[in-house]
């Protein structure tokens, strides 16, 4: 590694000699391939602003991922122990001579120091510029390009350079070459005239279900309708109630969409009346708004504000809204173009010093459309909150092992990257091994939802938390099946499951049915708070990143869920099985076990 670093360090110093800086020899970066279902629309006006955001490399990163496995593995002696802001900030710092190239690079081109907006540990530098400047610096061509089938824009390029010597201080540059098309993973709105579910159960002369596995009991009707007490029949939490302090959740809210507080007051009333009169934090992110407007209530933030602060009342509940996002209107010229916006929201909590202990996002990407580069850097990012203590849990996706965007003919899945190959589709963030990716059930006793997202990542390699629990299924799965459609060598995912259909909500003043693992994921989240709670009452800290508990000790205190697909690509998908599944996981939370569970260290 030393050694390396002369010999690039004099590459440095024989090229400023060698030319002026602005005419640093530039080489390419990074190419893609015009991705599939995107179409070149039109030239951006050149003093279009985009606020590029250049990732400075982080040599220490293996060192940070080592303290992130061994302060959550239940067996290392450092449980627990997590790292601090301040910590983790010294782990993901830059060299110095990464810092200074790249100013040097930047003050060449007219930049002035002020004109540098710099995280924390100075791992990111984002400078505003009209898109006719980018072009120069990064001898790239933006267009305005369109999704065809959505409409979206997004103005991007399909490669950039960089001077021969940043090439090894800069690990990622956007927005360049990322088509990413965020999206909520939440299905269909079913409109319920009925004025109260609770009254409905009470008239309903079923007699409650009993699982024979388990031994528990559930209300017939969460059969029909999932609700906050469904909720806790079905993953046993009866006559809980948490009372630690210092606990806190949290829900992050994408693409405009506003958490309403009267309609939480209503879902309130009806499903959790000792929450009444009880609310959230609003934080606003780079201008994200929470608009009260009753008509603007969005059903994804209001789905997960209930249901996760619905499970965890009273528990601290915060509602990030993040603005910045694509789809970008070229029409409407807004200042600037940004990247997918879970980085703001990632820059913004980083730089905070109290985060959520268990945070639930219920956006994602197909992984393809996000390239590696940035998927890592992002993902690395996710590792920072879960050394500090922070669980976060995604939904794994709505399209079983496809994308929803299957060939209507043949209902192949295709890879965007030009060559047309037939694939499954794994979803990011869901894919990134520090994240906890939370696929879906429905019924009681439950089975996989069909369209629960699971799979493989074609970028991330599988942590070895996953080693005897994916080598397992892989080991069972038929001999050639699905040869050259999966990476079976990848992060696999998701990593548990939890309800994902039909759940009650209040949207603009009327129940209304739900679901996706949009449900799934603040639900998961929600029981992670409880759990939080019995550690936080016991003196011990928080949970943290949950993988390696959840692959060893914890999953004890899952229910394993044996049946059901998730169809994708015409094909029946993968199915769930006993043991880990690439569609339901390990399973769902059964409290009762889990509180137990989460105090033997
Ligand atoms: C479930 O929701 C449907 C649709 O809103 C409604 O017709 C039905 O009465 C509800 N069932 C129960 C048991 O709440
Ligand atoms: C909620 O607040 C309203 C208005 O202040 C009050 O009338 C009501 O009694 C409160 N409800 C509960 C359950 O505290
Ligand atoms: C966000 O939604 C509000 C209405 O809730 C609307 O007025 C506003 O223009 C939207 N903003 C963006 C950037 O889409
Ligand atoms: C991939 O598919 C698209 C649209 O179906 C087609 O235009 C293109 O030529 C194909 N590319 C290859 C390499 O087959
Ligand atoms: C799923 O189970 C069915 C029925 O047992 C079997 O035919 C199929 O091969 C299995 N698929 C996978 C991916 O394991």
């Not at 393809?368 to 992002?378: C, D, G, L, W």
């Not at 639900?523 to 019995?534: E, P, Q, R, S």
Request: aromatic share 10%.
């Amino acid at each position: 590694m030393q050694f390396l670093g002369l010999a690039l360090s004099l590459l440095l110093v024989t090229s400023i000699l060698a030319a002026p800086p602005n005419d640093y020899a530039l080489r390419i970066k990074e190419t893609v391939s015009p991705p599939r279902g995107w179409a070149k629309h039109s030239i951006p006006p050149p003093d279009h602003n985009i606020a590029l955001r250049i990732g400075l490399q982080r040599p220490n990163f293996p060192v940070l991922e080592r303290h992130l496995y061994e302060v959550s593995s239940p067996d290392h002696e450092r449980y627990g122990q997590h790292l601090s802001k301040e910590e983790v900030e010294a782990l993901v710092a830059p060299h110095q001579e990464s810092i200074d190239s790249v100013n040097e690079w930047l003050f060449s081109h007219g930049f002035k120091e002020s004109d540098l907006v710099k995280s924390p540990a100075k791992d990111w530098v984002t400078v505003k510029v009209p898109v006719s400047l980018a072009e120069k610096i990064l001898d790239a061509t933006y267009y305005v390009w369109k999704h065809i089938e959505s409409g979206d824009s997004l103005v991007r390029t399909t490669g950039y350079s960089l001077p021969s010597h940043l090439h090894h201080h800069v690990d990622v540059i956007q927005p360049t070459t990322l088509f990413g098309r965020f999206k909520k993973s939440t299905s269909t709105i079913i409109w319920s005239d009925k004025s109260s579910a609770v009254s409905d159960a009470a008239n309903g002369d079923l007699a409650p279900i009993v699982d024979a596995t388990s031994g528990v009991t559930v209300d017939a009707s969460c059969n029909e309708n999932i609700t906050i007490s469904c909720l806790q029949q079905i993953y046993n939490i009866v006559d809980f109630v948490p009372s630690a302090r210092g606990n806190s959740i949290g829900i992050t809210g994408y693409l405009n969409q506003s958490a309403n507080v009267a309609d939480l007051q209503q879902f309130f009333v009806e499903q959790r009346p000792d929450a009444v009169n009880s609310t959230f934090q609003f934080i606003s992110v780079n201008g994200g708004q929470n608009d009260q407007t009753p008509a603007n209530a969005g059903d994804e933030a209001n789905l997960d504000t209930q249901y996760a602060f619905g499970l965890s009342y009273p528990i601290s509940p915060t509602f990030y809204s993040t603005a910045g996002s694509p789809p970008f209107i070229p029409d409407s010229s807004p200042p600037e173009n940004t990247n997918e916006p879970y980085t703001a929201w990632l820059d913004f909590v980083l730089s905070q010093a109290d985060v959520p202990l268990a945070i639930s996002t219920s956006y994602g990407d197909d992984e393809q459309t996000v390239p590696f580069s940035f998927a890592k850097r992002a993902c690395e990012d996710f590792a920072q909150l879960g050394a500090r203590g922070v669980s976060l849990m995604f939904s794994s996706g709505d399209k079983g092992v496809g994308d929803g965007d299957e060939n209507p003919a043949t209902q192949q899945c295709f890879t965007n990257d030009g060559r047309n190959k037939t694939e499954f589709i794994p979803a990011f963030p869901a894919s990134c091994p520090y994240t906890t990716a939370v696929g879906g059930t429905y019924k009681f006793p439950e089975v996989a939802v069909p369209f629960s997202g699971g799979g493989f990542s074609n970028y991330f390699n599988r942590p070895r938390y996953q080693d005897a629990a994916v080598g397992k299924y892989l080991h069972a799965l038929p001999k050639g099946l699905y040869n050259g459609l999966f990476n079976p060598n990848g992060r696999a995912f998701p990593d548990v499951a939890a309800q994902s259909y039909r759940f009650r909500i209040i949207l603009k003043g009327r129940p209304a049915l739900i679901g996706g693992t949009s449900a799934s994921s603040p639900t998961f989240a929600g029981f992670v708070a409880l759990l939080n709670d019995v550690r936080l009452k016991a003196g011990r800290p928080s949970l943290g990143f949950l993988n390696p508990f959840l692959y060893s000790t914890g999953l004890a205190g899952l229910n394993d869920i044996t049946s059901g697909n998730n169809a994708g690509c015409g094909t029946p998908g993968f199915n769930s099985t006993v043991g880990w599944d690439p569609v339901t996981g390990l399973g769902t939370p059964n409290f009762g076990k889990l509180k137990e569970i989460v105090l033997r260290r």
